[in-house]
């Protein structure tokens, strides 16, 4: 003890110590609790994540919610769908809406995570968003057939080469020749498809016959293998004659995303009447021989 009672220096410094292990002490208990919360934090998620899976179609809920008078959760669309009783209980549904459900503020990844979206938005915004994302896989742009396959657009195109064996071709221009034997046979289900590689993107040219109402035609146009406001960007022109004579079209090219039907029952494109274009094959209705000239270039590019 100091003189006048005070505490030394010397006591002071070595009281430090104590101090400092009880500090070491607590750092280590809040790093315990915080584990244990994260570990709980990540239960929590997966439960909110099983709450969110409606139990008749498996399907993403999206408000509002339903439940029984068990709490049992189903999605609006299997309620209104004709299900009256809990699939989880089987007691009569009614019309409770689980609110705790629907102000959780719990943020998800979007499901297109692994095609390159790294979007995170509240789960009551993330359904809608999958609906538009730019990331979300397509369509295989391969028409007659059933083929169902959707990727991103290296997949697509890896699979249009080996499975449907289409022709790739690089450049911006081209000028294709298309032979049918017999010009007076037109049904539906010629179909034609040739890919091109301009600018680092890739393009798909359609050509086929079909009936448009009662009059034999032969349609081609050209589809943007990517989204629509970048299919934009880009224009394209197609002509097609023969003996002094030539029909032109030129327009912007359909995202993938537009189904080939929608596009064809649009009549966005070159249209050819059977009789017209027997003419241009020189006009004996033997066999068809149609050359298409086409080009693709950028908006406001002048190449």
Same mark, same amino acid.
């Given at each position: 003890?100091?003189p006048?009672?005070?505490?030394? =220096?010397?006591?002071?410094?070595e009281?430090?110590?104590?101090? $400092?292990?009880?500090?070491?002490?607590?750092?280590?208990?809040? @790093?315990?609790?915080t584990?244990?919360?994260?570990?709980?934090? @990540?239960?929590?998620?997966h439960?909110?994540?099983?709450?969110?899976? *409606?139990?008749? *179609?498996?399907?993403?809920?999206?408000?509002?919610?339903?439940? =029984?008078?068990?709490?049992?959760?189903? =999605?609006?669309? *299997?309620?209104?769908?004709?299900?009256n =009783?809990?699939?989880?209980?089987?007691?009569?549904?009614?019309?409770i809406?689980?609110?705790?459900?629907? @102000?959780?503020?719990?943020?998800?990844?979007?499901?297109?995570?692994?095609?390159?979206?790294?979007?995170?938005?509240?789960?009551?915004?993330?359904? @809608?968003?999958?609906q538009? *994302?730019?990331?979300?896989?397509?369509?295989?742009?391969?028409?007659?057939?059933?083929?169902?396959?959707?990727? &991103?657009?290296?997949?697509? %195109?890896?699979? /249009?080469?080996?499975?449907?064996?289409? &022709? %790739?071709?690089?450049?911006?221009?081209?000028?294709?020749?298309?032979?049918?034997?017999?010009?007076?046979?037109?049904?539906?289900?010629?179909?034609?498809? $040739?890919?091109?590689?301009?600018?680092?993107?890739?393009?798909?040219?359609?050509?086929?016959?079909?009936?448009?109402?009662?009059?034999?035609?032969? %349609?081609?146009?050209?589809?943007?293998?990517? &989204?629509?406001?970048?299919?934009?960007?880009?224009?394209?022109?197609?002509?097609?004659?023969?003996?002094?004579?030539k /029909?032109?079209?030129?327009?912007?090219?359909?995202?993938?995303? &537009?189904?080939?039907?929608?596009?064809?029952?649009?009549?966005?494109?070159?249209?050819?009447?059977?009789?017209?274009?027997?003419f241009?094959?020189?006009?004996?209705?033997?066999?068809l021989t149609?050359?298409v000239?086409?080009?693709?270039?950028?908006?406001?590019?002048?190449?």
């Amino acid at each position: 003890m100091a003189p006048g009672g005070g505490v030394s =220096c010397k006591e002071l410094v070595e009281s430090w110590p104590n101090f $400092t292990r009880f500090d070491t002490t607590k750092t280590e208990l809040e @790093k315990s609790i915080t584990h244990i919360g994260e570990k709980l934090q @990540k239960s929590s998620i997966h439960g909110v994540h099983e709450l969110l899976e *409606c139990p008749v *179609c498996k399907k993403s809920m999206y408000p509002p919610f339903y439940q =029984c008078p068990n709490g049992h959760t189903l =999605c609006t669309n *299997c309620k209104t769908g004709g299900h009256n =009783c809990c699939p989880t209980c089987q007691v009569e549904l009614g019309n409770i809406r689980c609110l705790a459900l629907e @102000k959780e503020s719990l943020e998800l990844s979007c499901k297109h995570q692994n095609l390159g979206c790294h979007r995170i938005l509240p789960y009551y915004r993330k359904l @809608k968003h999958e609906q538009r *994302c730019k990331f979300r896989p397509y369509h295989c742009p391969y028409a007659g057939s059933e083929c169902s396959l959707k990727g &991103d657009i290296p997949a697509l %195109m890896l699979h /249009l080469k080996e499975d449907h064996k289409v &022709d %790739m071709h690089r450049g911006c221009t081209f000028n294709h020749r298309y032979v049918k034997s017999n010009a007076q046979e037109v049904e539906n289900a010629i179909w034609i498809l $040739t890919v091109f590689d301009c600018f680092e993107k890739q393009f798909v040219l359609h050509f086929e016959a079909f009936l448009l109402g009662m009059t034999p035609v032969y %349609m081609t146009f050209l589809r943007f293998m990517g &989204d629509n406001n970048e299919a934009k960007m880009f224009n394209y022109s197609l002509e097609v004659g023969g003996f002094g004579r030539k /029909l032109t079209w030129q327009g912007v090219p359909r995202s993938i995303r &537009d189904s080939h039907r929608k596009v064809r029952e649009c009549q966005d494109g070159l249209i050819i009447p059977r009789s017209l274009a027997i003419f241009f094959s020189g006009g004996n209705g033997e066999e068809l021989t149609l050359k298409v000239i086409g080009r693709i270039w950028k908006e406001h590019s002048t190449s």
